[in-house]
């Protein structure tokens, strides 16, 4: 489990999830970001990680800000949450964006978060629509359409409906993070099992995902390859000469 900067993406804390009993990555979010010096920060992360005791965590431990999707993991507050007026809501904020043939948009609706959703502080409900329209047969068509739910402890005079959609929307830092440690290093394919050997490789990996982003590398296999045929090159980034 790992903590990952929005901007530009470093890799900034690592815990090792153990296999047995009944650890997993809810019970290591606590000891991955204890250490962290996390005053006044906001905390996004993966819907298994909204709940009570995190969102205690952050605002009585560290005095940190959060905001979560929330899923099926938390049906009760789910129910409460898509309850709210949304239909009634305008759209606070959007942004559109055009890649790979497609345009992507998203939209943004907040209201009050209601009493007794049992979340330390909690603020703001949020409600994020995302659509992806392709060109198809010369002409633009929606391909598909989706809605998730959020809730923050960040009020309207910590954020605006633009700020929480950039910080959604930076969230996507750590799905790159997994794509490149899956796809670029084939972490999944790795034949490592015992010992901290898997510990160790991930914990390399990281640090090179983070030397990359400090770089500006984006082209992550061009450069992977630049710098196993020229060892000189690996130490620059390392900011270390060959002597």
Not at 81 to 102: C, F, K, M, N, V
Request: aromatic share 6%; glycine share 6%; net charge neutral.
């Amino acid at each position: 489990l790992a903590a990952v900067t929005h901007v530009p993406g470093l890799v900034i804390a690592q815990d090792k999830v153990a296999k047995s009993g009944k650890a997993n990555e809810v019970t290591h979010f606590r000891p991955l970001l204890e250490p962290l010096p996390l005053e006044g920060a906001l905390i996004t992360a993966d819907a298994m990680q909204t709940t009570r005791d995190n969102a205690l965590f952050l605002r009585t431990a560290k005095d940190a800000h959060y905001l979560w999707p929330v899923l099926g993991n938390q049906p009760g507050l789910y129910a409460t949450l898509d309850a709210l007026g949304w239909e009634s809501t305008p759209a606070a904020a959007a942004t559109s964006e055009i890649s790979h043939g497609r345009i992507e948009t998203r939209t943004i609706r907040v209201l009050p978060a209601p009493a007794g959703t049992g979340f330390r502080d909690a603020s703001q409900a949020i409600l994020i629509e995302r659509y992806v329209t392709v060109k198809k047969n010369g002409q633009w068509q929606m391909r598909n359409c989706e809605a998730v739910l959020y809730i923050t402890s960040l009020g309207e005079a910590d954020a605006s409906p633009g700020d929480l959609l950039a910080f959604v929307r930076g969230h996507w830092t750590v799905e790159h993070t997994h794509w490149l440690r899956d796809v670029i290093w084939n972490e999944d394919k790795s034949l490592l099992r015992t010992g901290n050997a898997p510990q160790v490789i991930s914990a390399l990996t990281n640090l090179v995902i983070t030397l990359f982003r400090i770089q500006g590398v984006t082209r992550y296999t061009e450069e992977t390859r630049r710098n196993a045929q020229s060892p000189r090159r690996a130490l620059q980034l390392l900011a270390l000469s060959a002597g």
